[in-house]
């Protein structure tokens, strides 16, 4: 069955970077988009962007442009958001999802990034 | 791009029928009919419940469909129950390869 496992939680300090990774397995990694989608606590769902995981071809949303990167390694099925320049207000869980068109129908299990000094 | 709009709460009781909007502009869901929608339950992953408007993905239930009429896209919840109580978000292509979710919509079950 398709999974979508992401690396555990994160505490980093304002300024710093985190990467967070997504191991997708139960089907052909290059042949689907991995997205990644961000919630702060009790706040809704803010998508980041995407990657074309088989072109390494990468799409962000505008508010993330110059402080995201999505990445791929290919050879272990694993998909990586970086981000940078943290502050205090990118303390969010991060889901990365398996694109089909623009709906996502498998999540990882989310990701708790923590921002503190 | 701006979030879509949707109600921040809706309830019903069992076995009713409840509607959520989700409203946008002709940039994003009058343009395309490329809504989805989510469900979210306290502490897990959301989960696709509507794809394209109106379809469903295998395993979800007949009671939730979807439609758009204009810039206003909607999910419908026949025979309420119990387990349907939780966050619902929409969320629509918007054109040049980007995507915007809606601020999210709690669901109760009176």
């Not at chain 1, 088989?54 to 962000?60: I, P, V």
């Given at each position: 069955?398709?999974?979508?496992?992401?690396?555990?939680?994160?505490?980093?300090?304002?300024?710093?970077?985190?990467?967070?990774?997504?191991k997708?397995?139960?089907?052909t990694?290059?042949?689907?988009?991995?997205?990644?989608?961000?919630?702060?606590?009790?706040?809704?769902?803010?998508?980041?962007?995407?990657?074309?995981?088989?072109?390494?071809?990468?799409?962000?949303?505008?508010?993330?442009?110059?402080?995201?990167?999505?990445?791929?390694?290919?050879?272990?099925?694993?998909?990586?958001?970086?981000?940078?320049?943290?502050?205090?207000?990118?303390?969010?869980?991060?889901?990365?999802?398996?694109?089909?068109?623009?709906?996502?129908?498998?999540?990882?299990?989310?990701?708790?990034?923590?921002?503190?000094? | 791009?701006?979030a879509?709009?949707q109600?921040?709460?809706?309830?019903?009781?069992?076995?009713?029928?409840?509607?959520?909007?989700?409203?946008?502009?002709?940039?994003?869901?009058?343009?395309?009919?490329?809504?989805?929608?989510?469900?979210?339950?306290?502490?897990?992953?959301?989960?696709?419940?509507?794809?394209?408007?109106?379809?469903?993905?295998?395993?979800?239930?007949h009671?939730?469909?979807?439609?758009?009429?204009?810039?206003t896209?909607?999910?419908?919840?026949?025979?309420?129950?119990?387990?349907?109580?939780?966050?619902?978000?929409?969320?629509?292509?918007?054109?040049?390869?980007?995507?915007?979710?809606?601020?999210?919509?709690?669901?109760?079950?009176?």
């Amino acid at each position: 069955q398709v999974q979508l496992v992401q690396s555990g939680a994160e505490v980093k300090k304002p300024g710093a970077s985190v990467k967070v990774s997504c191991k997708a397995s139960g089907y052909t990694f290059t042949s689907y988009d991995i997205n990644w989608v961000r919630q702060a606590t009790g706040q809704g769902l803010e998508w980041m962007g995407w990657m074309n995981p088989n072109s390494g071809n990468t799409g962000y949303a505008q508010k993330f442009q110059g402080r995201v990167t999505m990445t791929r390694n290919t050879s272990i099925s694993t998909a990586y958001m970086e981000l940078s320049s943290l502050r205090f207000e990118d303390t969010a869980v991060y889901y990365c999802a398996r694109g089909l068109g623009f709906s996502y129908g498998h999540w990882g299990q989310g990701t708790l990034v923590t921002v503190s000094s | 791009q701006s979030a879509l709009t949707q109600p921040a709460s809706v309830s019903g009781s069992p076995g009713q029928s409840i509607t959520i909007s989700c409203t946008g502009t002709s940039s994003d869901v009058g343009s395309y009919n490329l809504v989805s929608w989510y469900q979210q339950h306290p502490g897990k992953a959301p989960q696709l419940m509507i794809y394209e408007g109106s379809k469903r993905p295998s395993g979800v239930s007949h009671r939730f469909s979807g439609s758009k009429s204009g810039n206003t896209a909607s999910l419908t919840i026949s025979g309420l129950q119990a387990e349907d109580e939780a966050d619902y978000y929409c969320c629509s292509y918007a054109g040049s390869g980007t995507v915007v979710f809606g601020g999210g919509t709690q669901v109760t079950v009176l």
